[in-house]
């Protein structure tokens, strides 16, 4: 094997290194006890199984709010800022802040087990979604994602009254195809261009076999536990604010703990098969059709996301109000910057709260 770095997926020597970690060293029970320090509940949902994490603040007039992750994640992604999100006054913040956490696992991810039938795109997601706000009780709420989970809860705020506000990172928006919305776009909107057609050009391989062939790739993701290591780390690595590894970004156990769950599930097959289910690019979606998000959105952008998002076409079809560009930072935002997340998550909702 030639010295190519990571320019066809992660190097041996660096995959033999974590995989002999996982294997000798990671206390997967030590993680597992993190995770269920928080309240979890299972309940079903036209016909799947939802899991959520249900976390209540102990301020009484906190704000709920439903958090959704995108792939290749699930809700371990965002155990440091429930504490701060919570119970902003434990951890030297304005308990004005607070919220009630709704965090569930996408159904075919993790927790929620695996899908059995098609057609759990965006839209159905955000549909039960709603009907799990409904039975917690909650008629006012906010909505936060990153990556898929913002497309779902964009979808969440057009088709509930009760969303009070979305806020998003990873937002991915698109030109509408007409010329004459490219003319005037300054350095550094042709430079967020220019990435989103690398990433069509150079990093979209997981997403071709995805949404095109995900059963035979399900097989090895379900058989190999190394190859669901290494599927996932992979994308870590273009997805993450880092430089040499996506550990420079992400607690080595932090990875474990996300592939392990996927892994004790069964899950990676069903969470491939997501992505048949909502269009992500121009060539597969139809951006005439896209209905004009009304409710206010807040967007939080960070160099190293999937698409850096042109704010003149995320306000072209949406209500921003509240838009944040940071320095550092990659598509996982609470693992990789959770002060940063926390506190924009915090300064957006202010807007909504009243």
Known sequence: MPDVGWSLGPPPEYLRGLATYWRTTYDWRRHEARLNAHPQYTTTIDGQTIHFLHVRSPEPDALPLIVTHGWPSNVVE???????????????????DAFHLVIPSLPGYGLSGPTHEPGWGAVRIARAWSELMRRLGYARYGAQGGDWGTWISRELGLLDPAVVGLHANGFITWPSGDPAELEGLSPAEQRRLAGA??????????????????QSLAYALADSPVGLLVWIVGVLKEWTDCRDSPEDAIDRDAILTNVTLYWLTNTAGSAARSFLETPDTPDDADLSAVQRATLPIGVAVFPRDIIAPIRRFAERDNHVVHWTEFERGGTFAALEQPDLYVADVRAFFRRVRA
């Open 78 to 96: 965002y155990l440091e800022v429930i504490g701060p999100l919570t119970d902003p006054r434990a951890h030297g913040g304005d308990p004005g």
């Open 197 to 214: 057609d690398y990433y069509l050009r150079e990093l979209y391989g997981y997403k071709k076999i995805q949404s095109t062939r995900p």
